[in-house]
């Protein structure tokens, strides 16, 4: 079986309110996140986590607010010597805006999300206001999306797991590494998440759902089970990957350490 190393880039940030995170904690603190395409090599085909957004703000402010630099879809890729259509796979966390408007950009990619994230795109409930069909539905019309209706192996090593935290579709991936089991969460989080404070601790609780849920307590479960479930946790929106190169290979030793609680 191959080992993969996983490469974040850096296409796309958000500012808001912390609280947007961190269920119940930090709120009215301004926070801003990097929207990551995580570019997984390794095996015989070219793989990426999401593809982020196309109305990219490149800012030094926003760089200096996520500690790194933020491309462009194809900027980011170049770096790794490709193109958007190099890439064979897409694997969705969740279809929100945010994470799949470069999608069309990958010409020669097959898509693969979970049918609950379909439903909620082309159908969305009121409260959850992040999905834009645009830029879904011609692909999925084209046949070239793939509805998943449970845990799916997508090739050797990479898997796909229903964690409906965030959204009802939502998918963690987890990727074997020479680190172990490496696991990008498919909702919406920070270290934080998952390596509460002392003060959070303090009230019994091992990790902050995420701010925006489905259900809170299920939520609570989720992270949770997660976090026990992989050897290294990488949230879907953590500023401090933003200057990571490859992971396992160059994680700082601060994220070892916040590991260790």
């Known amino acids: 079986m191959a080992t993969y190393k996983i490469h974040p880039i850096v296409v796309g940030t958000k500012i808001f309110d912390k609280g947007m995170m961190t269920y119940q904690h930090d709120y009215g603190k301004e926070y801003t996140i990097p929207i990551y395409s995580w570019y997984i090599e390794g095996g015989d085909k070219t793989i990426l986590v999401d593809t982020g957004l196309i109305g990219v703000i490149q800012s030094e402010d926003r760089e200096r607010s996520i500690g790194g630099k933020i491309y462009t879809f194809e900027e980011g890729l170049a770096k790794w010597g490709l193109k958007p259509s190099d890439i064979d796979i897409v694997i969705h966390t969740h279809l929100h805006n945010d994470h799949c408007e470069n999608d069309f950009k990958c010409v020669n990619a097959r898509f ?12 969305p409930h009121p409260l959850d206001f992040r999905y834009m069909a645009d830029f879904v539905q011609e692909l999925d019309e084209q046949g070239v999306m793939t509805h998943l209706d449970e845990d799916t192996e997508i090739v050797p090593g990479i898997r796909m797991i229903h964690t409906p935290a965030h959204t009802r579709g939502g998918m963690s991936v987890v990727i074997e590494t020479e680190k172990g089991l490496v696991g990008i969460s498919g909702f919406c989080t920070i270290l934080e998440n998952f390596f ?3 003060k959070i601790k303090a009230m019994e609780m091992d990790v902050i759902p995420p701010g925006t849920l489905v259900n809170s307590y299920e939520a609570y479960d989720i992270v949770k089970n997660f976090k026990e479930k992989v050897d290294l946790v990488l949230p879907l929106h953590e500023p401090m990957f933003s200057h990571v190169a490859t992971i396992p290979d160059d994680l700082p030793e601060e994220y070892y350490e916040i590991l260790k609680g």
């Open 196 to 198: 509460p404070p002392v």
């Open 112 to 123: 693969f999300s979970h049918e609950l994230e379909f439903q909620s795109c082309f159908d």
